[in-house]
């Protein structure tokens, strides 16, 4: 039996994937580009066991086992993923050497989400990434994370961007088999490394509109779309692409906002419509705004996105980013221990967080521009950053006991 476990970042794009040209290969509509967020926050973990024992490819997640036999886009993963290992193994054996046949055994896949799954916290990106990943290192792949990306995006696409830390573009390709449709890194980690984020966990309630199902009424409906397609979307992956080299927040930030409410506008345009903002998300979106429009030297200090639910991502330099989490705190007041995760330390006590609120520290702020709101509308805070791409892990933290089953099962 043979074991790996691996980690995968979140990722949270600032141009945004929606629609497919083809569904069954996961072929976008146009480019888009994320941002890699904090394994050490974020993560999903997964561990993979081979063995000539094993009668069928199972998959355990977050501790209960899943029927993998009508998912179609894990076997994808599996087969490509076996289709390059057979091919290892045969050039091997044609140097007279023998690789072990792991492309002819079943696999026990074991993965768990440190957040909730489903949520709109891109829970399928971590998790298929860290699927493709593990086992890829599991056969002893040699391609390169580009190439693996293609088959982490015929998992979910926003898995492939997931392969790569920092700042990471989606080409959507032009070709029909969907070879030239795959993620390449715009800048690592390293390049922009005072750019924070901090996640606003509005609803952990599995959405009711999935992504994937989402996006297809967009592209059979929304005229707006095409407009996003055609016209909008390759001018900002330009703009963006620029701004991330030059560290340039201003365009960084206008881009990142104006792009989030596009898609939330092609959304809208969706007939039927599809609502994925709430109250809270909008009243978030307010107050950033109120935020950067009294910033004493008129530049924006911090720029929010959502995805596909009503959590908010606010991106902000480093250097912002203990006013605005005050910010935040004190319109979005916690109801729970675990309101806000400081894995940085800005704060010394929850007291420190709430107590010494000066909005902006500046006169021309509008306190009254949005309510304070009931207690919990904000569910968590959670504090993060750029960071790299996926970590393979010690066997010591592996999920699956020596027989290949899960350590921990729940209820
Ligand atoms: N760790 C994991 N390993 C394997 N598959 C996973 C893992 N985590 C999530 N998934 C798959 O992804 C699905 C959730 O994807 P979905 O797109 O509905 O939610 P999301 O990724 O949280 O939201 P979004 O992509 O819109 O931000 C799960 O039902 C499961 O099939
Ligand atoms: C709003 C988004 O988060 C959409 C993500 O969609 P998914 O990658 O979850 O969809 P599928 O390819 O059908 O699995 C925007 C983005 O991440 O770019």
């Not at 390759?234 to 596009?262: G, W, Y």
Request: hydrophobic share 35%; with cysteine; net charge negative.
């Amino acid at each position: 039996m043979k074991t790996v476990t691996c980690t995968a970042p979140v990722n949270i794009a600032v141009i945004k994937y929606w629609g497919k040209r083809d569904t069954g290969l996961i072929l976008p509509t146009n480019d888009s580009l994320s941002v890699t967020l904090s394994q050490d926050i974020l993560h999903s973990k997964t561990t993979i066991s081979a063995a000539k024992e094993y009668s069928h490819d199972r998959l355990w997640l977050n501790g209960k086992e899943e029927d993998i036999t009508k998912n179609k886009r894990m076997h994808n993963c599996f087969r490509e993923t076996r289709a390059l290992r057979q091919q290892l193994e045969q050039d091997a054996a044609q140097r007279g050497e023998t690789l072990e046949p792991l492309s002819s055994y079943h696999v026990h896949v074991c993965s768990e989400n440190n957040f909730p799954t489903a949520a709109g916290l891109a829970s399928s990106a971590s998790g298929l990434a860290a699927l493709v990943f593990t086992l890829a290192k599991l056969f002893d792949l040699t391609n390169n994370m580009s190439e693996l990306s293609r088959i982490a995006r015929q998992g979910s696409g926003s898995a492939c961007r997931s392969l790569f830390g920092g700042f990471v573009a989606w080409e959507m390709g032009s070709k029909d088999d969907g070879s030239d449709s795959l993620a390449v890194q715009v800048a690592p980690e390293t390049h922009w490394p005072e750019l924070e984020a901090l996640i606003c966990v509005v609803s952990d309630e599995k959405k009711g509109t999935s992504s994937t199902e989402g996006m297809q009424h967009t592209v059979n409906t929304s005229p707006l779309l095409q407009h996003r397609i055609k016209e909008v979307v390759p001018v900002r992956m330009a703009e963006m692409k620029k701004a991330i080299h030059e560290r340039d927040f201003q365009t960084f930030a206008a881009l990142t906002m104006k792009d989030s409410n596009q898609f939330h506008a092609v959304c809208l345009d969706t007939y039927p419509p599809i609502f994925y903002l709430n109250d809270t998300s909008r009243a978030i979106m307010k107050i950033v705004h109120e935020y950067n429009a009294t910033s004493p030297d008129g530049k924006l200090k911090a720029a929010y996105t959502y995805d596909a639910g009503p959590n908010a991502v606010i991106y902000a330099p480093k250097e912002n980013m203990r006013e605005i989490i005050q910010l935040i705190a004190h319109y979005f007041p916690g109801s729970a221990d675990n309101y806000f995760v400081d894995p940085y330390k800005l704060f010394t006590s929850t007291q420190d967080l709430v107590s010494d609120f000066k909005p902006a520290g500046h006169a021309a702020f509008n306190e009254n521009s949005i309510p304070v709101f009931p207690a919990g509308s904000v569910s968590r805070l959670l504090h993060t950053k750029t960071d790299d791409g996926p970590r393979v892990l010690g066997q010591e933290e592996s999920l699956l006991n020596e027989q290949g089953l899960p350590k921990r099962v729940s209820a």
